[in-house]
């Protein structure tokens, strides 16, 4: 059953350190996206590429965060520097482009910054 | 873009059957509705997606009216394990520039006891 894979599962670090997080989508999935889960706000959505280039990134803050597909097989979302209100889960989803076709989800990026 | 409106928490007994309804009333015409189920750390997977009638799988079922305001997942005879967080979800899933713009409301906590 194929699966997106996000890593780390787990990130603790110190505020005004570089986080990445990395995603392997679906192979064969052609559009990429980054969510962020709080329990205040939810899951959001960040940014998402389709084919490696960024359609949208409106729901990213743009100083701190930025997001890539450097090939097919990898995207990802780094913050820097990094602060305590990033800490959340962060979510990647793939989907090969056709009709009514779901996101499927990888099991997140849990994220602290203290 | 369609806002969701869903109870926040239900709660059911093992072997009922449980009715979750959500409302949208400002969907789209080339808006589907789709359900997500998530488990604590894990992230959302995919339930059920339709676009008007019934729709059903081998987990749930998807009941949308004609005028499409609204739409009612059903779980035939929950269990224990059925006990997560249940998200409803309106957009455009058919590729175009909207795509990916999928706002994830703040769900309903279902709650399956003994």
């Known amino acids: 059953d194929a699966r997106v894979t996000q890593t780390p599962r787990h990130k603790v670090t110190e505020m005004g350190q570089e986080v990445t997080m990395r995603c392997q989508p679906i192979?064969?999935?052609?559009?990429v996206f980054w969510y962020r889960q709080t329990m205040m706000q939810g899951l959001e959505l960040l940014a998402y590429f389709r084919n490696r280039a960024p359609l949208d990134d409106s729901g990213m803050p743009k100083d701190r965060f930025s997001a890539e597909m450097p090939d097919a097989t990898l995207a990802t979302l780094k913050i820097q520097p990094s602060e305590p209100r990033d800490s959340a889960v962060y979510f990647c989803a793939s989907v090969l482009e056709t009709d009514s076709q779901p996101q499927h989800f990888g099991d997140g990026t849990r994220l602290s910054i203290l | 873009l369609a806002k969701t409106t869903q109870p926040i928490s239900m709660d059911s007994y093992e072997g009922q059957e449980v009715n979750i309804t959500c409302s949208h009333n400002n969907i789209a015409t080339n808006d589907y509705i789709t359900w997500y189920q998530q488990f604590p750390s894990q992230g959302p997977r995919f339930i059920i997606q339709g676009y008007k009638t019934k729709v059903t799988n081998e987990v749930a079922s998807l009941f949308i009216p004609a005028d499409r305001k609204s739409s009612t997942l059903s779980l035939p005879r929950v269990s224990l394990s059925d006990t997560a967080v249940y998200y409803c979800l309106v957009g455009d899933n058919a590729g175009g520039t909207s795509y990916g713009k999928l706002t994830f409301g703040q769900g309903t906590i279902l709650t399956v006891h003994p």
């Open positions: 192979l064969g999935h052609n559009t």
